[in-house]
């Protein structure tokens, strides 16, 4: 319940083994650094001391490596086709391989040359592309004008004495257009209109007339409405010649691309398994980089400052003896200050529910990991509104599949158990109440030799008692929220906070146990001594509100207004104890749409000759559809009577996730290191 004790490390390394201290650091993969910004200066020796002049060259090389190995990857692999395909890269295993191997593969792979050849062929590409468009649209602004006999160059640049113009006309404004320009030339001009149909709104009209005269024919044809299109240089010839043309210039345009596509797909194919592998180690040197530049420096020495488990620092000792003589550790708690990461502790069985804590947010240093008090509830409730034994198999299948067929770590592998376990939940849960792709047993014939062992198990059927499924559902809310209560009194205790532990909490709990007891009496559960009990409670925990909820408020007056009123967050609990009511919807609503399905494949079973693939794609597609749309709502409906219900009762978030200095790795599983290893930056 509690988040794992760190340290703040310090330690002080000659110049001469920073890099090796560093990588053994990374090694060892538990220190989150701590930048020289949050640490402060430790002495007024010390200060951002500039690297030395080899270092310097190195980083820069590296940056370049980086740059170049991007631009590859950017480049080449969308082209590159993936072994089983994206699934298998994205989950699959990683292939093993050593800092050593990489370093080796790093010197002997020309980045800069491969990304120059690469960069030369997308910009090939690109400026084919761009043209092919340019031409593209030259076509389909000639298409309108292939019937015109004159050659365009009259348009785009004319002779000494006449000139043309290209434009669009709307075709309501055609006529006008003609009879002005006509009346103005004097037949010393000509007008095409190109053809166009009912419905077209403007037409492409090309004006040719004396140049001497070109003002006065570009005002009147704009009066008429008429907009000049440029047109574009090197069209010389009638527009039927140039259409010809520029098809076969866009012919060639896309054979040279498709030639340029299928070098880079060649390329990709070699390129892009070996710039993988150079990315991970450029990662793993660029982290190891920067995690020395979170330190401040003399010449001579630098001062390193981190967060480690404080049960790592024994494994920190043993990795860095071999610098002993060199170096000096010191190590202390987290100063009230200090705003130190995260880690989640929690027994192996409750591990798979860490994602969820994770996904609402850390939990404060001093707060409760609360992973371990929600897993049990979120595990039954994901069961309980999924609730058929039929999803709960198919589900815990596909994602065991993927457990089995993937080699998963981290968060990702936590999340798939974590379904696994719902979907075992989804089974207990669809025995008892009978649902078995709804009610697929007792509606097809061929599973009648189960039916009896079906109903053997069942105890309660939601959709024949659905009164009796909601009271366990709204009990099981009242469990929880007075499990939240109580958690909350303890953090309060636990804390020195004896007001907050049995003046608030412990007031609340007091008045809703009471107001229980005392409705379930009135139901005819206990007698007069339950009754009394319930009375007395709830008495007793409301009177301690009003005398404590206003404590903070100034006079006597408001503080006892204050602490009536506060009694009204009353209907607060309640809310949150019929937000349990969707446990009964959401198992309700995947038992209904499982027993459409099985309608639907029934009735069209009976269809001459189609019926029975209409039957086997109805039912398959159908409840394939259902097993998703509600493990996904199931999901997110118990994670949120988690996350709003009982989280808000006790919950203190505000924590940062730990990120350590590590060996990550996006491509390949990085195996044996040494603090000798070649890979320096």
Not at 83 to 106: F, N, Y
Not at 453 to 469: A, Y
Request: proline residues 5%; glycine residues 10%; contains cysteine.
């Amino acid at each position: 319940m509690a988040v794992t004790r760190v340290k703040k490390v310090r330690i002080l390394s000659h110049q001469d083994i920073l890099e090796n201290v560093l990588a053994a650091l990374q090694n060892l993969g538990c220190c989150e650094m701590i930048s020289s910004d949050e640490q402060g200066v430790p002495g007024e020796e010390y200060a951002a001391f500039p690297p030395d002049r080899a270092r310097s060259e190195r980083s820069s090389d590296l940056e370049a490596s980086i740059g170049d190995c991007r631009s590859l990857l950017r480049f080449l692999e969308p082209l590159y086709e993936e072994e089983g395909g994206m699934l298998e890269r994205l989950l699959g295993p990683k292939p093993p391989v050593t800092l050593s191997e990489l370093a080796s593969l790093r010197s002997s792979t020309d980045l800069s040359d491969l990304a120059t050849k690469a960069r030369g062929l997308e910009r090939r590409i690109s400026e084919k592309r761009s043209e092919t468009t340019m031409v593209t649209n030259h076509i389909k602004l000639l298409e309108p004008l292939k019937d015109l006999d004159l050659p365009l160059w009259i348009v785009s640049r004319g002779t000494e004495k006449v000139t043309g113009v290209l434009g669009t006309i709307p075709a309501a404004r055609k006529e006008e257009l003609t009879d002005s320009f006509s009346s103005l030339v004097k037949g010393q001009g000509e007008v095409f209109l190109a053809a166009h149909g009912d419905k077209d709104v403007e037409v492409m009209a090309v004006l040719v007339f004396p140049r001497s005269i070109e003002r006065e024919v570009l005002e009147t044809a704009s009066g008429a409405g008429f907009s000049k299109v440029d047109c574009p240089q090197g069209l010389e010839d009638q527009p039927d010649q140039e259409i010809v043309r520029l098809v076969s210039l866009r012919e060639d345009l896309a054979r040279d691309i498709s030639s340029a596509e299928e070098e880079a797909s060649r390329m990709a194919l070699d390129v892009v398994p070996v710039a993988r592998k150079i990315n991970d180690f450029l990662s793993v040197l660029s982290a190891r980089r920067d995690a020395g530049r979170s330190g401040v420096s003399t010449e001579k020495v630098s001062a390193l400052r981190f967060w480690i488990p404080a049960d790592k620092l024994d494994d920190l000792e043993k990795i860095l003896e071999p610098y002993a003589t060199l170096i000096d550790i010191h190590s202390e708690d987290p100063a009230p200050e200090d705003n130190p990461p995260i880690i989640l502790d929690n027994p192996k069985w409750a591990v798979p529910f860490s994602p969820l804590t994770k996904l609402y947010g850390m939990p404060s240093y001093t707060g409760i990991d609360p992973t371990v008090l929600m897993a049990p509830f979120f595990f039954l409730f994901f069961g309980m509104c999924l609730g058929d034994g039929g999803y709960g198999l198919v589900m815990g299948a596909f994602f065991l599949f993927a457990l089995v067929r993937y080699r998963l770590s981290g968060d990702t592998r936590n999340f798939f158990i974590l379904l696994i376990l719902g979907s075992v939940s989804t089974v207990l849960v669809g025995a008892l109440t009978g649902s078995w792709l709804g009610d697929m047993i007792d509606v097809f014939g061929i599973f009648a030799p189960i039916r009896s062992m079906k109903d053997r198990l069942v105890l309660i059927k939601p959709m024949n008692d659905p009164i009796t499924f909601l009271a366990i559902s709204l009990a099981l809310g009242v469990i929880q929220i007075l499990f939240g209560i109580v958690i909350a009194m303890w953090d309060a205790f636990r804390k020195g906070d004896m007001m907050g532990a049995f003046a608030d909490q412990g007031g609340w709990l007091a008045l809703i146990v009471g107001i229980l007891l005392w409705g379930a009496s009135s139901l005819g559960v206990g007698g007069s001594t339950l009754i009394l009990m319930g009375k007395i409670l709830a008495a007793t925990g409301a009177l301690t509100l009003v005398a404590t909820q206003g404590r903070d408020k100034p006079g006597i007056v408001r503080k006892a207004v204050s602490g009536v009123l506060s009694l009204y967050n009353i209907t607060s609990y309640l809310g949150d104890v019929l937000s349990y009511s969707r446990l009964l919807a959401l198992g309700l609503a995947t038992s209904a749409i499982a027993m459409i399905v099985n309608t639907l494949t029934g009735l069209v079973s009976g269809i001459p000759y189609v019926g029975w693939a209409l039957a086997i794609l109805i039912f398959f597609g159908g409840h394939l559809f259902s097993v998703v749309v509600n493990v996904l709502g199931s999901f997110i409906h118990s994670l949120r009577l988690q996350y709003v219900e009982f989280f808000s009762k006790f919950y203190s978030g505000g924590g940062r996730v730990f990120e350590p200095l590590k060996l990550d790795s996006k491509y390949t599983r990085i195996t044996g290191h040494s603090a000798e290893d070649p890979g320096m930056y």
